[in-house]
């Protein structure tokens, strides 16, 4: 089955800065990668999320990059700021499948 | 519009004990599916339901674990016995499935502490 790796586990950055998360995934039928933000006591929020038939997708200062052959696949947070602090979770989905398989989340704190 | 809706918010049992949590489905949407998230494992799929029905189940831990859907605006997760080992916040998430698009929306979770 489909398995996700995601690095770094923990992530410190100054206000400011840029901020990216990668993930690597197993399965080549996988075509849908989404990115969820969970910040402290609440519930994982989806950010963004890509399709196998595009390489890069941009929403303000979220992208996320897919590299098909290598199977990984990165999320860029550009220009922090304090509320971006919280966790960020990877996942991805096979053609036909609702199952989302989950990376193991990536903590990442901005300094300001 | 509401979302994904879970009950109790927080619950408080001691070992042995019956514990059930409730979801309610954002409606219209035809997939659901319960999580468990725990510091040391993460974010764990237990079981997923499309158009009511069981798909797939093997996350679930053990037979003490279980969960139904009834008809397409509820589901229950129920553990019986409890133990200190299911302590974990679990999450009900909706979807409109593959046909309507993947995003799966999280209800706020049940805080689950066995004594």
């Known amino acids: 089955g489909e398995n996700v790796e995601q690095h770094p586990s923990t992530l410190s950055v100054q206000e400011g800065d840029s901020a990216v998360i990668k993930c690597t995934y197993s399965d080549s039928a996988s075509n849908y990668f989404p990115w969820y933000k969970q910040e402290l006591g609440k519930r994982p929020q989806l950010i963004i999320d890509?399709?196998?038939?595009?390489g890069e997708k941009k929403d303000q200062r979220i992208a996320v990059t897919l590299n098909k052959t290598a199977k990984h696949f990165s999320l860029h947070i550009t220009e922090t700021q304090p509320e971006d602090s919280a966790v960020y979770f990877c996942a991805a989905t096979i053609q036909g499948a609702q199952k989302l398989v989950f990376g193991q989340g990536t903590r990442l704190t901005i300094n300001p | 519009d509401a979302g994904v809706i879970q009950s109790p918010r927080h619950e408080v049992t001691e070992m042995g004990q019956e514990v059930t949590l409730r979801c309610k489905p954002i409606s219209g949407h035809n997939s659901l599916f319960w999580y468990r998230q725990t510091m040391m494992r993460g974010l764990e799929l237990l079981i997923y339901?499309?158009?009511?029905?069981?798909?797939?189940d093997s996350g679930m831990p053990e037979d003490r674990f279980s969960a139904k859907m009834p008809n397409a605006s509820f589901s229950t997760l129920k553990i019986q016995p409890s133990e200190p080992r299911d302590s974990a916040v679990y999450f009900c998430?909706?979807?409109?499935?593959?046909?309507?698009?993947?995003?799966?929306?999280f209800g706020p979770g049940t805080r689950l502490t066995v004594l």
């Open positions: 998430a909706s979807s409109l499935g593959v046909s309507g698009g993947r995003t799966q929306y």
């Open positions: 339901f499309n158009n009511n029905v069981p798909i797939d």
């Open positions: 890509i399709r196998s038939n595009v």
